[in-house]
Nanobody, 129 residues
Framework: QVLLVESGGGSVQAGGSLRLSCEVSGDAYGRYGMGWFRQAPGKEREGVAC???????????KTDDSVSGRFTISQDNTKKTLYLQMNSLRPADTAMYYCAARTMLGPLGCFTPSEYGYWGQGTQVTVSS
């Protein structure tokens, strides 16, 4: 059984920082990579950051342009935990944040939700102005 559990969300003022964590149990950690997604009310789920090749090789991380330079994805293989460090937060970053384990390598890339087969329950991030 695969289980992903996020934590670290909360409410902060604009310019503040949060670090999200995602603990992974089961056999999905690192197989095809992992990612962070977010979904604001009334909007589609969007990819924020992804990372792969991090168990045995040199990790390759990618962040969406909307968070580039502010968010950093990383992992701790000994703890099977994925992180998302979020700095310089903006009200537009307010959303439910989800971590996910990728279960296929399709042509659409690591920001495509359909390429992820396991999801956490989400953690809310609220940024006030």
């Amino acid at each position: 059984q695969v289980l992903l559990v996020e934590s670290g969300g909360g409410s902060v003022q604009a310019g503040g920082s949060l670090r999200l964590s995602c603990e992974v149990s089961g056999d999905a950690y690192g197989r095809y990579g992992m990612g962070w997604f977010r979904q604001a009310p009334g909007k589609e789920r969007e990819g924020v950051a992804c990372i792969y090749n991090f168990v045995r090789g040199t990790p390759y991380a990618k962040t969406d342009d909307s968070v580039s330079g502010r968010f950093t994805i990383s992992q701790d293989n000994t703890k099977k935990t994925l992180y998302l460090q979020m700095n310089s937060l903006r009200p537009a970053d307010t959303a439910m944040y989800y971590c996910a384990a990728r279960t296929m390598l399709g042509p659409l890339g690591c920001f495509t939700p359909s390429e992820y087969g396991y999801w956490g329950q989400g953690t809310q991030v609220t940024v006030s102005s």
